[in-house]
């Protein structure tokens, strides 16, 4: 149990938006944020401590260090065990409205106790010989966007199937119209 010292009481979250997914499952593994001053932050998905809140990793991470972990220079878990600043954030997200319901600020010797990164966590973005369109794991969002134009997210020229390419909009900060969970 994380103790109440580090809990902190403002929501430094409230106007981020998720730029790029990194890893996706059932849901957002990994995943950049920036916020109003164009800070990059790095949040990944520990676990869940019930059933619709989600325990997040979130480290503020340069633009450098963030290439370094898309080509697999890097590993996920290093980042985080060498983040770039002395704190770590571990955010409690409610699923169902998006709204932050815990933060802790930790000290990074306070969070290596809690770090359950896989110390083999490396992205890896190699096209999956099976996939019948020839699309890569890679989901790339560029941004929210308010006025999306669904037709604009499939791509039919590939063997006539239809496939997503930004179906997920998702982030602290919270669940947008077009995703979530």
Do not use: W
Not at 152 to 171: C, E, M, R, V, W
């Amino acid at each position: 149990m994380i103790e109440a010292k580090y809990k902190i009481q403002i929501n430094l979250f409230e106007d981020t938006e998720v730029i790029e997914i990194l890893d996706f499952e059932e849901l957002p593994i990994l995943y950049v944020e920036t916020d109003t001053s164009a800070s990059l932050y790095l949040s990944y998905l520990d676990k869940f401590i019930d059933e619709d809140i989600e325990q997040r990793l979130v480290i503020k991470i340069s633009e450098d260090r963030l290439r370094k972990i898309r080509e697999g220079l890097l590993s996920v878990r290093s980042a985080f065990e060498s983040p770039e600043t002395k704190f770590i954030f571990m955010i409690h997200l409610n699923q169902k409205n998006g709204k932050v319901e815990n933060i802790y600020l930790l000290p990074n010797e306070v969070f290596q106790k809690y770090n359950t990164i896989d110390e083999n966590y490396y992205l890896s973005y190699e096209e999956d010989e099976d996939d019948e369109c020839g699309q890569d794991e890679n989901i790339n969002i560029p941004g929210f966007f308010s006025d999306v134009d669904i037709e604009s997210l499939f791509d039919s020229n590939k063997k006539n199937y239809p496939t997503i390419k930004a179906p997920y909009y998702y982030g602290v900060g919270g669940v947008s119209n077009y995703g979530g969970v």
